[in-house]
Every structure is written in C-alpha cells, then in structure tokens.
C-alpha cells in the first residue's frame, strides 16, 4: 500500500481545504498600523485600512472565513468598547461587509476581556465573575455585531447558557439569520500566552480557572459541548487543539453540529520557534487536528500554508 506515491495518496482520505479554514485577525484602532506580535512571528495587527490587503492574500489563496479580534486599550470596568456601534470590531465588519460583501464569511469573537480593566471574561461582582451580568453585554455585543453584518457570533466567554442568551437575544432582535460559533469546550490553558500579549487581555488578578474547562475532566467537556448544542450553537469548538486531540475525537463521535478546533497562539508560537522543518511540521498537526475530527480549522498558520501549497 505505500509502493510509490500515487498509490499512498490513492487510499489517503483526510485531505486540507482552504475552505475549512477560518483565519484569526487581530484590529486595532487608527489608521495604516501593521505590527508585528512580538511572541507570534508572521502574525500582525492590523488597522481597518491595513486589515484589507491582509484579507485580499487570505481570499486568493482559497480562504474566505475570518475571525475578528478587537484590541482595544480604551477598557472600563464594563468593557463598554466591546458594543459601541464605533467600536473596532463592529467599524471593521461594516468595512468588509461593503467592501467584500457575501465573498467573505464573518465571525467575530463575542467576550469581554479585551475590554474590561480586570481583563477578564465577565463582569466582577463583589471579587468574583457575575455570570448574569455578563450575559447581559454579551448579548449586546451579539447585537451589535449582528448589526454591522457579521454571519457568525462567537461566545468565548465560557458563562453559563451564553449560548441560549445570545440565540434568544438575536431572534427577539429580527437576527434570526446570524449563526452562533460558540467556544463551547474551551480549557483553561497556559497556551493562550501569546494570544494575551497580541489581544491585550492578560487577567489583572487571578486566572480563569472559576469559568474555563480544567482538562483534567474530559466528561465534562463533551458536556459542555452537548450543553451548548442543545442552547442552539450550530458550530462548536474545542480550544486549544493539539493537547485536546481526543476531546475533539470524543465529541465528534456523538456531536453532529460542524465541529471546529482553535490550533491557538501557543501552539503556533511553539512550532515557529522549534527550529523544525516549518512547512512539514505545520501539514503534518493541522493533519491531525483535522483526522481527530475536525470540520473547521482555526489557526495562524492558514495563510501562509495554503500559499505555500500553491507555489508563492
Ligand atoms: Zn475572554
């Protein structure tokens, strides 16, 4: 079965597509600013103007799906920023809206610690994270985007019933069209490092631990992901990728919404820096993600893989 090559790829069935993919942008407010993530080599920061030349490489080498991160340092203790009609993420969906119209699919990240001072997830009550409160601004953020033209929100938060919160809020608003991605089985994980520095959402005190998943439990992460599902989630995710391969394998197995895997910043920042062999390296963990079970990717490294796979 591996005599030669056109036989070892006759019996291969796993294969990458572009279209699977969903890129993570990262938008800053002003104007012609592109910035280098000191901990994430090849990965910017982009200003609405600077974000389309950034988008125009992604669609011709085949990927048309986005994720949108706000980096905001104008932060209150609400993270107002979050859903202000003029604020970044809602200002940068408008401009791709109009500009790309249905030739890109939107999704932007719907949490609040790029936008609080405590830099956490949800609003503080008394010292701890005010699980009904925070639903509240999610679901205003969720409108808000829904507002501006984004096809998919993407609850990150990790509350209880965000989903249901957010799909009730959408429908009661006319957004009946608008798909919720949510971050359904995220871990509290020590890979997101990188992404802190890039998102400027390190916590100011304490950790996550009280709301994320801890990966010593794999049952109540398929739980977490069943939960959601039954709140209306149509596509859900496991985050981080590589150190949860048998999460995803395992809710794949009895979960069939679209499934999608966050490769995330740790993981990149940790291969672009091992000194292996980068392309090999890279096919060889978005193969894997993918054979566990994932339907959609979402990883840093989409770009420059597929333009590699094409012979730029
Ligand atoms: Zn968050």
Redesign the pocket.
Same mark, same amino acid.
């Given at each position: 079965m591996r005599k030669n090559k056109n036989i070892i790829n006759l019996v291969s069935n796993i294969y990458l597509s572009p279209s699977n993919f969903i890129y993570p942008l990262f938008i800053v407010e002003g104007k012609n600013r592109k910035e280098e993530i000191n901990s994430m080599p090849g990965v910017y920061r982009f200003s609405i103007d600077c974000l389309l030349g950034e988008i125009d490489a992604c669609l011709d080498v085949g990927i048309n799906s986005f994720m949108l991160f706000g980096v905001e340092d104008r932060k209150d203790e609400l993270g107002s920023w979050a859903y202000r009609d003029d604020g970044i993420v809602p200002s940068a969906i408008k401009k791709l809206r109009d500009v790309y119209k249905d030739d890109v699919t939107l999704f932007a990240d719907v @949490?609040? @610690?790029q936008y609080t001072v405590s830099g956490h @997830?949800g609003l503080i009550s008394n010292g701890v994270i005010d699980n009904n409160k925070t639903l509240e601004i999610l679901n205003k953020i969720s409108i808000v985007y829904a507002s501006a033209g984004v096809d998919f929100v993407c609850p +990150? +938060?990790m509350m209880d019933y965000q989903v249901k919160s957010i799909r009730k809020a959408l429908d009661d608003n006319g957004f009946h069209m608008v798909g919720i991605m949510s971050y359904s089985t995220k871990f509290n994980s020590s890979f997101y490092g990188p992404f802190r520095d890039a998102a400027l959402?390190r916590p100011q005190f304490g950790d996550r631990s009280s709301y994320q998943l801890d990966y010593r439990n794999p049952s109540l992460a398929i739980l977490e992901s069943l939960k959601d599902v039954e709140e209306g989630a149509d596509i859900i995710m496991v985050k981080p990728a590589l150190a949860y391969l048998d999460i995803i394998s395992k809710i794949k197995e009895r979960i069939f919404v679209p499934l999608a895997a966050y490769n995330v910043s740790g993981e990149y920042s940790m291969i672009i820096n091992s000194g292996l062999d980068l392309e090999k390296v890279t096919m060889e963990v978005l193969y894997s993600i993918k054979r566990a079970g994932a339907d959609i990717i979402i990883s840093y490294f989409a770009k420059d893989l597929f333009l590699k796979m094409k012979g730029f």
């Open positions: @949490c609040l @610690c @997830c +990150s +938060s959402s």
